[in-house]
């Protein structure tokens, strides 16, 4: 049976992608390895992979974060100065969703979401 789905991103650095996602809310897992970081919050997972050759700008990697509470969420990563992407600020979609979006160190594309209703 299937239990979880957790997205696999690309790093260059570890300890500037601990650091970010650290600032976002995650902690990291007690499990260390060399060239791999698995960071958690809440229910949710992301892990990393260490990539040194990645060219950021050619980086198409991407999740997308369910939540509630995304006016909070997004006010309080804007008063810790967490970058918010130019094109992403907090927008309702026309798709259903209340949606904004940051691109975190490897510009690995971060979009929270949270249906309207």
Request: charged share 25%.
């Amino acid at each position: 049976m299937m239990t979880a789905i957790i997205p696999k991103l690309p790093m260059r650095n570890k300890e500037i992608t601990r650091k970010y996602y650290t600032l976002l809310g995650f902690e990291i897992s007690q499990n260390d390895f060399q060239g791999y970081l698995m960071m958690k919050k809440d229910a949710l997972e992301i892990h990393f992979f260490e990539f040194g050759d990645l060219l950021p700008k050619e980086n198409y990697g991407q999740i997308y974060i369910r939540c509630t509470n995304i006016n909070s969420i997004y006010e309080t990563y804007k008063k810790a100065r967490i970058e918010i992407h130019p094109a992403g600020h907090l927008t309702e979609k026309p798709w259903g969703q209340k949606e904004f979006s940051l691109l975190d160190p490897d510009h690995n594309l971060i979009t929270f979401g949270q249906t309207l209703i």
